[in-house]
């Protein structure tokens, strides 16, 4: 994606190369690439994997990446890279992994797995879209520093919120390292960071959960200054003695505030609160 569209170039190959080892690449791996942009990641992607397929939704560096791709192979490690015009927020990922080009036997044997310099503006919908069912291995996106902050808060703190509680209930978050705004072609006016999202084994919710969990924890945060007893009671509809009797079933203080909940208290809260007509949905 060009400017226009919110992306800045990286190009410094060291960087680059450190992006490529947090997906720990494979020979047989195939990786779905967001916005790829003039294939600086690409170029250091596609030798270590065995597919790649790359979303890139301006038209003219599709096709000039397309290009490249056919008369360079020898820069790209002769590997398959499958170049895919069109919105990485509306394509559907996991059959782009399992399409004719690819050899079945990378998909069956292999889960996908998903790596970017993605636009700031559209971070948040392509972290929700990349923990939706069914999940890759993993995923290494390079973010606004602020927003990896966000991502990888503990509770307690004052980043600490929807976001965070939403994204550590299905995965395991690192925030890898920082890339000053410099390394940017055109420089952004903040710096970013690599933040690497491993997909827990035992997530505290499940995939059909994921919308109401994300819409209550959404209410809940909202209220961040109320008292939870207070504020549960805002934003559920539920009686003074109910939500009282739920948090005293898991523990909590009503007096505490949403921001030093861990995401298994905040899980446990949902699964209670859901069980009252009224409470909080999608």
């Not at 494979?26 to 979303?55: F, N, Q, S, W, Y």
């Not at 499958?82 to 782009?96: F, H, K, Q, S």
């Not at 948040?124 to 520093?145: C, D, G, M, Y």
């Not at 976001?163 to 209930?169: C, E, F, I, R």
Request: aromatic content about 6%.
């Amino acid at each position: 994606m060009g400017r226009r569209l919110g992306q800045h170039f990286l190009t410094d190959p060291a960087i680059l190369d450190r992006i490529v080892d947090a997906i720990d690449p494979g020979p047989d791996d195939v990786v779905i690439e967001i916005g790829p942009g003039k294939g600086t990641l690409t170029r250091r992607l596609a030798p270590r994997v065995g597919h790649v397929v790359a979303i890139e939704k301006d038209a003219a560096l599709a096709q000039q990446l397309r290009e490249e791709c056919r008369v360079k192979r020898e820069e790209y490690g002769h590997a398959q890279v499958t170049i895919v015009e069109g919105d990485a927020l509306t394509l559907d990922w996991t059959r782009l992994t399992a399409a004719p080009t690819l050899p079945s036997s990378l998909y069956t044997l292999h889960a996908f797995k998903v790596i970017g310099n993605i636009p700031y503006y559209i971070t948040s919908p392509l972290i929700e879209k990349a923990l939706t069912t069914p999940l890759p291995s993993v995923i290494v996106f390079l973010v606004q520093r602020e927003f990896a902050g966000r991502l990888t808060a503990a509770p307690g703190g004052k980043e600490y919120g929807a976001l965070s509680a939403g994204v550590q209930a299905i995965a395991r978050v690192e925030k890898l390292f920082v890339v000053r705004a410099g390394a940017f072609h055109p420089p952004p006016k903040v710096d970013s960071a690599v933040v690497r999202l491993t997909p827990r084994k035992d997530p505290t919710v499940r995939g059909d959960e994921h919308p109401r969990f994300r819409a209550f924890l959404a209410a809940v945060f909202s209220q961040r200054r109320k008292q939870l007893g207070r504020a549960l009671r805002g934003v559920t509809g539920m009686s003074k003695e109910d939500v009282l009797a739920v948090l005293d079933g898991i523990g909590i203080d009503p007096a505490s505030r949403a921001e030093v909940l861990t995401v298994d208290q905040l899980t446990s809260l949902f699964r209670r609160t859901q069980l009252f007509p009224d409470s909080v949905t999608e």
